[in-house]
C-alpha cells in the first residue's frame, strides 16, 4: 500500500534543530542513567566484581548509540521518503530502517556489556546474538501488527498515532527478548565458571 501523498508529505518533517537538541539532552540523562542501571543488573548475573565497570559499560554502550541512531534516523528518513516514496511503501521503508536500527542498538549495547566483563569473545558472541534477536522480534511485531491493521502510512493512521505505537511495541518487545537472550548466556558464563568440567569428568559421565 502506497502512503497518501499528504500523509507522506508530513510523515518524517524534518525538525528545527532546537526541537531536538533540548530533548535529546535530557533524553540521553535517562539513556545514561537507565544503561548503568542495566549494566550493573547483567553486571550481577555474569558474576562481575566490579560494578562500577558494569555501570560504564553499560551507560557507554547504551546511550551514545541509542541517541546517535535517533539523530541518523531524523536525518534519513526525509531522504529516504523523497528518494524512494513513490516506489516503496511507507509502511515497508518504515520497515527497513527500524529493523536495522535495533539490531545496531541491541548489539552495541550487548557487546558493550561483554566488553565490561573483560571477555571479548563473549562480546562478539553477545553483540550479533542479541542483535539479532532484537531486530527478527521487532520484524515480527511490525508484520503482526501491519496485519491487524496497525500499518504505517495508511489512511487516518496519523489520528492513532500508528508510527509510535508500532516503534514503540516492536522496541519494548525487542528489549525484552534480546534482553533474554543475553541474561541467558551471562547465566550460562556463570554457571561455567562457577561449575568447571574437565574433559576427563566429560568423558567419564559419558561413559557411565
Given amino acids: 500500500m502506497m502512503c497518501p501523498s499528504d500523509f507522506c508529505a ?6 528545527d534543530p ?4 533540548l530533548p535529546a539532552i535530557f533524553a540521553l540523562g535517562g539513556f545514561f542513567a537507565g544503561g548503568a542501571g542495566w549494566g550493573i543488573l547483567m553486571g550481577r548475573l555474569a558474576p562481575a566484581a566490579n560494578r562500577r565497570r558494569m555501570a560504564i559499560a553499560g551507560a557507554l554502550g547504551f ?4 541517541l546517535a541512531a535517533g539523530l541518523m534516523l531524523q536525518a534519513i528518513e526525509p531522504i529516504a521518503l523523497e ?4 516506489i516503496i511503501p511507507l509502511h515497508r521503508l518504515f520497515t527497513l530502517l527500524f529493523v536495522p536500527t535495533a539490531f545496531l542498538i541491541a548489539g552495541v549495547s550487548a557487546w558493550a556489556i561483554g566488553m565490561g566483563l573483560n571477555d571479548n569473545a ?4 553477545l553483540g550479533w546474538r542479541v542483535g539479532l534477536a532484537a531486530a527478527i522480534t521487532f520484524l515480527m511485531i511490525n508484520l503482526t501488527m501491519e496485519s491487524a491493521g496497525w500499518v504505517v502510512g495508511a489512511p487516518r493512521a496519523e489520528e492513532r498515532f500508528t508510527m509510535l505505537t508500532v516503534m514503540f511495541v516492536g522496541d ?3 528489549a525484552i527478548v534480546g534482553g533474554a537472550v543475553m541474561g541467558r548466556m551471562l547465566a550460562k558464563r556463570w554457571s561455567d565458571t562457577a561449575h568447571p568440567e574437565s574433559s576427563a569428568d566429560i ?3 559419558a561413559e557411565g
Fill in 172 to 174: 519494548l518487545g525487542a
Fill in 122 to 125: 563473549l562480546a562478539q558472541t
Fill in 18 to 21: 532546537m526541537q531536538v537538541v
Fill in 10 to 15: 508530513n510523515a518524517f518533517q524534518p525538525l
Fill in 83 to 86: 528518494q524512494f516514496g513513490a
Fill in 203 to 205: 568423558r567419564q559421565r
Fill in 63 to 66: 546511550a551514545p548509540i541509542t
